[in-house]
């Protein structure tokens, strides 16, 4: 497998994994629920998010990490709440902020991981060992990724609208109500809600055709 690039400050990231086996991540809506309500709670520190989608056996976000000075600010206010708290000796400054973020999605998924387990009376991994990332160094290519994984559910044939489905960020960036997501921005970059619309629309009824790894 090729090496996975280290999270730096302020890159944007594909990050994706899937259920071990046949398993799901995810039976109920509860499950979903909770799954979110966990990242927000480990992530938002430490990550922008761009869009998710949450599919019942594998899960998407492109997100972009804090800056340096953030990322370093939240391991210091963790060290305030867990003075026995270990980190690794002789990192870079560079390898401790990828391990600052890496270790914060590692948390949050072995939590949920754990309370999934105890709910349904299960043991064992529930995740891939290595949850995948991938740089996104083109603005054409950030476009389609939040793209693509805002309606995976519909690409994956689960459903075939997508307001049938509420677990992506499609519907978040499009409403008014408050969110963690970076509406404002992404709206931006699609040049407005209209051509964001449009955008997804078009992907979805197959006039686009952009092709990534599960």
């Known amino acids: 497998m090729q090496k996975q690039a280290i999270y730096q400050p302020e890159g944007i990231?594909?990050?994706?994994?899937?259920?071990?086996?046949?398993?799901?991540?995810?039976i109920t809506a509860g499950n979903y629920d909770y799954f979110i309500k966990k990242y927000v709670e480990k992530l938002n520190e430490v990550v922008d998010t761009l869009a998710y989608c949450l599919l019942p056996n594998h899960f998407h976000f492109v997100i972009r990490t804090k800056n340096e000075d953030q990322l370093l600010s939240f391991l210091e206010r963790k060290k305030e709440k867990k003075p026995g708290l270990k980190?690794?000796?002789g990192l870079s400054k560079e390898?401790?902020?990828?391990?600052?973020?890496?270790?914060?999605?590692?948390?949050?998924?072995?939590?949920?991981?754990?309370?999934?387990?105890?709910?349904?009376?299960?043991?064992?991994?529930l995740v891939r060992q290595n949850t995948r990332r991938?740089?996104?160094?083109?603005?054409d290519y950030l476009i389609n990724v939040i793209r693509y994984t805002n309606i995976n559910i519909v690409l994956h044939q689960y459903v075939e609208n997508i307001d049938e489905?509420?677990?992506?960020?499609?519907?978040?960036?499009?409403?008014d109500n408050p969110t963690w997501l970076c509406r404002k921005e992404i709206l931006q970059w699609f040049g407005g809600r209209e051509n964001f619309i449009r955008a997804h629309l078009d992907r979805i009824n197959g006039e686009l055709d952009f092709n990534f790894e599960k």
């Open 87 to 89: 980190i690794p000796n």
């Open 134 to 139: 991938k740089i996104v160094m083109e603005a």
């Open 13 to 26: 990231y594909h990050v994706f994994n899937h259920a071990v086996g046949w398993d799901n991540l995810f």
């Open 95 to 125: 390898e401790l902020t990828h391990y600052i973020v890496h270790r914060q999605f590692h948390n949050f998924l072995g939590g949920y991981a754990k309370a999934f387990n105890k709910q349904f009376f299960r043991k064992g991994s």
């Open 165 to 175: 489905w509420p677990y992506t960020s499609y519907h978040q960036l499009l409403d």
